[in-house]
């Protein structure tokens, strides 16, 4: 009898143990498609997430030592008829801070939906469309990428760095590819850089074939690619490569990744882009955290992932400790001067300099600093290939 009390006693007491470490953790959701057009670089901008939170939850400072974060992984698909179920999953796992998400459409259905029913605020790496800021009436919406005004602007100042004088155009009927269509060819009318055609590429679509002879019959000295690697932008190459009509590509951020190096790198030398991202010592010293912690950086918006995560995790913390803010304002609070500057690795630095109630000012892996509408401004690395591999030229 006395040990069937003592068993008794024991799961009990395990068992409560076990709901008071459940009571105990804050939820935050990383929203990204794991599957679908993106998933190719969403591993890495996930392991970076991560490692930030690994950062705050070994700290033994992070809320006092009495909170640990645990991040919800939330497949989005980059399909907006899965919007209805990602806010259930929001909802029913009572997350309270969202990273992500990377497509523009849905990050709109979770900030009109979710978002705004529970005032719960988005981070973004990696969604670019202008529209966002717009629609955020509540200033739930932040991002630590540029918006799509400003990679269209920088990427047409390249092109006509370069002299080139006519250019074919394809761009993916999304917001995503219209958005930077439209800003790269606003810039370029500036300019005696001509667009010989602008082609929009239905997602998806079976045969490119069309669409390829359009760009072809209108020719230019390169052909500009405004399109996911994995949703068309490989196949589109591969058309364009075939039919002889171009060898000089312009590419989107979202085009340079290992996947186009390691098909086409040979084929296709002398071709551009741009990433958001820097060459600072901020970008230098994640490279070293991420490279130690196996983190692959090679693809967009790894930095900029690391710094969605960080940036919740010091505005979680100041929030704590300074009472009446909401975590929008704490957000704004921690990233912006003045303050102590807190660069990547410093997170436990933060989080000790908030406890104290002093200012900090996070710069993070991407030199974060937020607008009034809590867009990040943020520089651009050109990427150019040579001997067939992406290499970084300069900061832009």
Sequence with gaps: MRKKILS?????????????????????????????????????????AELAISEANSSKIFLN????????????????????SINNTINKNNIIAIIGAACPGISEGILLGSANERNIPMISPSATTPLLSILDEKNLFFRTTPSSNR????????????????????????NYGKELERNFKKTLNDSNVEITVSVPIKINKTDLSNEVSVLAAAGGDAVAIFIEIDQDGERLIKSILDSGAFEKFILSDRMINETTEKKFGKLINNSFGI??????????????????????????FVGESYDAAAIFILALQEKNFKSGNNLSKSIMSVS????????????????????????????????????????????FLEKEVSRGKFRTRQQR
């Design 8 to 48: 008794f006693l024991f799961l009990f007491c395990f068992f409560g143990n076990q709901t008071e470490i459940q009571a105990n953790e804050i939820t935050i959701g990383i929203a990204l498609g794991f599957t679908g057009p993106t998933e190719s670089i969403v591993p890495s901008m996930t392991s970076s």
């Design 65 to 84: 030592d009495k909170e640990k974060i645990k991040l919800i992984k939330i497949d989005t698909m980059c399909d907006k008829s899965q919007i209805k």
């Design 151 to 174: 990679d269209g602007e920088v990427l047409a100042k390249i092109t006509k760095d370069k002299g080139i004088k006519r250019i074919a155009v394809a761009f993916q009927d999304t």
């Design 275 to 300: 990433i958001p991202g820097s060459n600072t010592k901020n970008i230098n010293s994640f490279y070293k955290i991420a490279k130690k912690n196996n983190v692959d950086t090679s693809g967009p």
């Design 336 to 379: 912006n001067s003045p303050g102590t500057k807190i660069y990547p690795g410093e997170i436990i630095k933060g989080l000790k300099l908030l406890k104290k109630g002093k200012k900090i000012d996070y710069e993070g892996a991407t030199n974060v600093e937020f607008d009034v509408n809590g867009d990040a401004f943020g520089t």
